[in-house]
């Protein structure tokens, strides 16, 4: 038998070229995490870079000059979030903590009371299985309580670490500011140490990328910020009125990382909010809830045709396995960027999956 080895050393060359790319992807990801203040700085410095040059163009200011003015308005906003932000968490979590048991004890007798109401002789279900459930629903609930006490008790644990905090604070800083004022020398030492056929193969792939995943995550990213900010505001609203709401803060978290998951959305969160809050006797809360989330999905559905200008071409089971394995893998994190890694490798191998990639590995075209 003849063994045809131009065609097994392609078809090693294209296995290998994929195995590189994986591990490529890999070890960018964990230098991405090691990077962190460094990939924050350069992530904001794309977003201020409209607003530099805008600056540029209507005030004839050199880049340097104008990178300082946003840099300065900038770094404002952000300290002043920051303070705000970290003084209510710590205030919010803090009670939440200190209170937990007694919420878990109110929503346990609340689940036995609906138990309670269903009437299992007229679905002819056994007196059993009425009592699995309420068993059930009390060793969820204690997981749940303690998940949520684990949570909260990291959560503090991050922002009482001040020292940690204002080192990253102050070397996201300092690079921000270099970023944006040394933009073109930095692009220019880069140009220079790489071999020329290296930066265009890296500008091609880099500019694809930005052009489907970072448009993507900026209009999801807008329209994420845009339900927090609504939901934090009429969240603070009723409490202010004295509706029966303590921790605005924490459930507009919760309701933007919720809507930032593929599939979900902030209904996952307020859809359900309501039917408890109207269950439990609070029929006024439950109808500003559902009211709060109507005003939320029809401005995001005003803005979503306007800032997502075409589908990111990942069918949703695609997408689902990619949650489901992010989840898998490293924690609840994993639902957010299971999907953004999907993204990035059906990007990387673009033409490998529109030809097949079996096919364009093992066969001949």
């Keep these: 038998m003849i063994i045809d080895m131009s065609y097994w050393?392609?078809?090693?060359?294209?296995?290998?070229?994929?195995?590189?790319?994986?591990?490529?992807?890999?070890?960018?990801i964990k230098l991405s995490i090691f990077y962190m203040p460094f990939l924050i700085a350069f992530i904001i410095s794309l977003i201020v870079e409209p607003a530099i040059r805008f600056l540029m163009r209507k005030t004839k200011f050199s880049r340097r000059s104008s990178s300082i003015i946003i840099f300065i308005i900038v770094s404002i906003i952000?300290?002043?979030?920051?303070?705000?932000?970290?003084?209510?968490?710590?205030?919010?979590?803090?009670?939440?903590?200190?209170?937990?048991?007694?919420?878990?004890?109110?929503?346990?007798?609340?689940?036995?009371?609906?138990?309670?109401?269903?009437?299992?002789?007229?679905?002819?279900?056994?007196?059993?299985?009425?009592?699995?459930?309420?068993?059930?629903?009390?060793?969820?609930?204690?997981?749940?309580?303690?998940?949520?006490?684990?949570?909260?008790?990291?959560?503090?644990?991050?922002?009482?670490?001040?020292?940690?905090i204002a080192i990253y604070f102050a070397i996201t800083t300092m690079a921000l500011y270099l970023i944006c004022v040394d933009k073109v020398y930095i692009l220019d030492q880069i140009e220079h140490h790489f071999p020329k056929k290296w930066v265009f193969k890296i500008s091609t792939h880099i500019k694809e990328l930005t052009k489907t995943l970072g448009g993507y995550l900026k209009a999801e990213a807008t329209l994420i910020f845009v339900s927090f900010i609504i939901s934090l505001i009429g969240l603070t609203i009723l409490k202010f009125i004295n509706f029966n709401i303590e921790f605005p803060l924490l459930m507009a978290i919760f309701i933007g990382f919720v809507d930032a998951l593929p599939i979900l959305g902030s209904g996952a969160v307020m859809?359900?909010?309501?039917?408890?809050?109207?269950?439990?006797?609070?029929?006024?809360?439950?109808?500003?809830?559902?009211?709060?989330?109507?005003i939320m999905s029809i401005t995001r559905q005003f803005l979503e045709p306007k800032l997502v200008s075409k589908h990111i071409g990942t069918h949703p089971i695609f997408t689902l396995i990619a949650m489901y394995t992010g989840f898998k893998v490293i924690g609840v994190m994993g639902l957010l960027l299971g999907p953004i890694l999907l993204i990035i490798i059906k990007n990387v191998f673009a033409t490998l999956i529109d030809e097949g990639v079996v096919k364009s590995i093992f066969y001949e075209k």
Excluded: M
């Design 78 to 164: 952000i300290i002043g979030s920051l303070i705000w932000g970290i003084v209510s968490l710590i205030s919010e979590a803090s009670h939440l903590l200190q209170n937990l048991n007694k919420y878990v004890e109110k929503f346990y007798i609340l689940t036995q009371n609906i138990t309670n109401k269903i009437s299992f002789e007229k679905i002819h279900l056994p007196e059993e299985f009425k009592t699995i459930i309420q068993d059930s629903t009390g060793g969820i609930l204690n997981s749940l309580s303690t998940w949520i006490r684990g949570l909260l008790v990291g959560l503090l644990n991050i922002i009482t670490s001040i020292p940690s």
């Design 9 to 28: 050393t392609r078809v090693l060359r294209k296995a290998l070229y994929v195995i590189l790319i994986l591990v490529g992807l890999y070890l960018g």
């Design 271 to 294: 859809i359900p909010w309501a039917v408890i809050s109207s269950i439990n006797g609070d029929l006024k809360l439950g109808i500003a809830i559902i009211i709060l989330f109507i």
